[in-house]
């Protein structure tokens, strides 16, 4: 018994605690669709069979690329502008006031109103997709950044002045690190609103893209397909978590430990 609870103790702490759970859950799902065998939940065997064959043909790469383009862009921007707006409202009580109604307001619009405006103001074309995902995804990124401004230790900031540090050591070594969390939170709660909200942008109005594809599939209730290309999508997304956002926070983060 002991030698059992010391292998899962030595699995949860190990590398195995993040695939067990995925691993778990494919397990499952294979058994339920042998169980109910129903059109609706086709087997991931079936899956992964569409998945290859849609990479072997090369629309999935083709689609899949659209896409992760999309959301570089708009990624790229919504952080940019977010972090901006968020360090000057949290630093800046004026601006703060200033902001904060617009502010609230724009987190309260609903994603699909802003898609459609922007289709509706710029037409059919990558500025206006490219416009709706940033626009979406600037205010959570500002109220992130504005908590982690107003959560800075001031202390600090004295003590760099005392230490006549130049206002960019002491933006990069001193304030610019205690935002580092705030900021990687942002991120990957970033991430994950922006690749949704882009599958709609495409859904709504583009020719290609992962949301297109998903749209084509509906309309002719190809549940085997829609699964393939949200699986393709859920395998970037850990990829670039376990190859890039992860080991990046864990190397800036590291004066912490």
């Not at 999309?70 to 921007?77: E, H, K």
């Not at 502010?103 to 724009?106: E, R």
């Given at each position: 018994m002991q030698t059992v609870l010391k292998f899962g103790s030595n699995l949860a702490q190990g590398r195995w605690a993040?695939?067990?759970?995925?691993v778990l859950l494919?397990?499952?799902w294979q058994l339920l669709s042998l169980v109910l065998q129903s059109k609706t939940l086709p087997a991931p065997s079936a899956v992964l069979s569409t998945l290859w064959q849609e990479l072997s043909d090369g629309e999935l790469l083709f689609h899949l690329g659209m896409t992760l383009t999309?959301?570089?862009?708009?990624?790229?921007?919504a952080m940019l502008i977010g972090v901006a707006l968020g360090i000057l409202m949290g630093s800046s009580n004026t601006w703060d006031r200033l902001l904060d109604a617009l502010?609230?307001?724009?987190l309260n619009i609903p994603a699909l109103v802003t898609i459609i405006l922007c289709y509706i103001w710029f037409g059919l074309t990558e500025t206006a997709a490219v416009i709706a995902v940033t626009v979406n995804k600037i205010p959570m990124v500002a109220i992130s950044l504005r908590e982690g401004a107003r959560a800075v230790d001031k202390k600090l900031l004295q003590v760099a002045q005392v230490y006549r540090l130049s206002r960019r050591d002491t933006f990069f070594k001193v304030y610019l690190p205690q935002l580092m969390p705030y900021l990687f939170g942002s991120a990957r709660n970033g991430l994950s609103i922006i690749w949704k909200i882009v599958l709609v942008v495409e859904l709504l109005g583009r020719s290609n893209g992962v949301g297109f594809q998903i749209g084509n599939y509906f309309h002719f209730f190809d549940i085997t397909g829609i699964l393939?290309?949200?699986?393709?999508?859920a395998l970037v997304v850990f990829c670039f978590e376990a190859v890039l956002l992860r080991p990046l926070e864990n190397h800036l983060n590291r004066w912490r430990t």
């Open positions: 993040r695939v067990l759970p995925v494919l397990c499952a999309r959301v570089a862009i708009s990624f790229a921007a502010l609230i307001l724009a393939a290309y949200s699986l393709a999508f």
